[in-house]
T-cell receptor
Framework: GAVVSQHPSRVICKSGTSVKIECRSL??????MFWYRQFPKQSLMLMAT?????????EQGVEKDKFLINHASLTLSTLTVTSAHPEDSSFYIC????????????FGEGSWLTVV | KQEVTQIPAALSVPEGENLVLNCSFT??????LQWFRQDPGKGLTSLLL?????REQTSGRLNASLDKSSGRSTLYIAASQPGDSATYLC???????????FGEGTQLTVNP
């Protein structure tokens, strides 16, 4: 079964509103989680590194005020897309590293965001 | 900066054929290399993880090899089945558990 869970799997929101996506590690603690974005027929692009108890580290070109990341506990990170625009429509995926599995990285099921 | 390249970008084979997917990376100082499978519109499923000290890993019909010195990894799929149709991605972290750099993937289609 899944070891990293994302919710919601699909969400449609109106332009200008905010939407929150959750990423949970189900049976292990993850001090670090990662958020990726994927456009159709393209590979994953890292957006930010979510650090438990501290500020997220954003990749170059990613607006930190638009993509708010909160890693409130060792099993939960959230990505909030603020003031969403149609160009934010994409597939968002999180990952977490399970250290006792030889540092295997597990991904969530992904979240489809459509901004209308 | 690490760059990961996958060849071919797309591959179509008849059922039952053995096939090889290729992954190359520019910086050989990797901690491990991981192969993933992604079905359309879905998240990623981890297939195989090869530590930097290992040469290969096997799981069922899948075998992944790693040659750090040449910056290459291959994923061998034996006796391919239509259910193997998906996009296969290789990825390397910069250090243990850190951010992943992905290849662009190989889209595999296995025809019945």
């Amino acid at each position: 079964g899944a070891v990293v869970s994302q919710h919601p799997s699909r969400v449609i929101c109106k332009s200008g509103t905010s939407v929150k996506i959750e990423c949970r590690s189900l049976d292990f603690q993850a001090t670090t989680m990662f958020w990726y974005r994927q456009f159709p027929k393209q590979s994953l692009m890292l957006m930010a590194t979510s650090n438990e108890g501290s500020k997220a580290t954003y990749e170059q070109g990613v607006e930190k005020d638009k993509f708010l990341i909160n890693h409130a506990s060792l099993t939960l990170s959230t990505l909030t897309v603020t003031s969403a625009h149609p160009e934010d429509s994409s597939f968002y995926i999180c990952s977490a590293t399970r250290r006792r599995s030889g540092n295997t990285i597990y991904f969530g099921e992904g979240s489809w965001l459509t901004v209308v | 900066k690490q760059e990961v390249t996958q060849i071919p970008a797309a591959l179509s084979v008849p059922e039952g054929e053995n096939l090889v997917l290729n992954c190359s990376f520019t910086d050989s100082a990797i901690y491990n290399l991981q192969w993933f499978r992604q079905d359309p519109g879905k998240g990623l499923t981890s297939l195989l993880l090869i530590q930097s000290s290992q040469r290969e890993q096997t799981s069922g019909r899948l075998n992944a090899s790693l040659d750090k010195s040449s910056g290459r990894s291959t994923l061998y799929i034996a006796a391919s089945q239509p259910g193997d149709s998906a996009t296969y991605l290789c990825a390397v972290p910069e250090t243990s558990g850190s951010r992943l750099t992905f290849g662009e993937g190989t889209q595999l289609t296995v025809n019945p």
